[in-house]
Nanobody, 122 residues
């Protein structure tokens, strides 16, 4: 079992940057593919980005490509999401997840954090 705790969310203005962190405990980060997902009010949880267990491969949703960067620090057992040029439509609760598959699918991840709120004002 692995525990995930997100942090770094907050209220920012459109065009600002924010970095989310996900602290991993219980198992080493290197044994899992890691992903970021988000859920806006009234909408389903959607894929944002994922990074392979070795860190050599990444995938991004089209709506964040070029603006968001996912990375992982094995020494700190932490996953990051650097978010630049934020837009009001990026407003959501952001979740990190760990799973055995390198995939965009929500059901490919069986460990989830509690989420951190990101609000982008126009």
């Amino acid at each position: 079992q692995v525990q995930l705790v997100e942090s770094g969310g907050g209220l920012v203005q459109a065009g600002d940057s924010l970095t989310l962190s996900c602290a991993v405990s219980g198992r080493t980060l290197s044994t899992y593919a890691m992903g970021w997902f988000r859920q806006a009010p009234g909408k389903e949880r959607e894929f944002v980005a994922t990074i392979s267990w070795g860190g050599g491969s990444t995938l991004y949703a089209d709506y964040v490509k070029g603006r968001f960067t996912i990375s992982r620090d094995y020494a700190k057992n932490t996953l990051y999401l650097q978010m630049n040029r934020l837009k009001p439509e990026d407003t959501a609760v952001y979740y990190c997840a760990a799973g055995r598959k390198f995939t965009k699918a929500t059901n490919g991840y069986d460990n989830w954090g509690q989420g951190t709120q990101v609000t982008v004002s126009s």
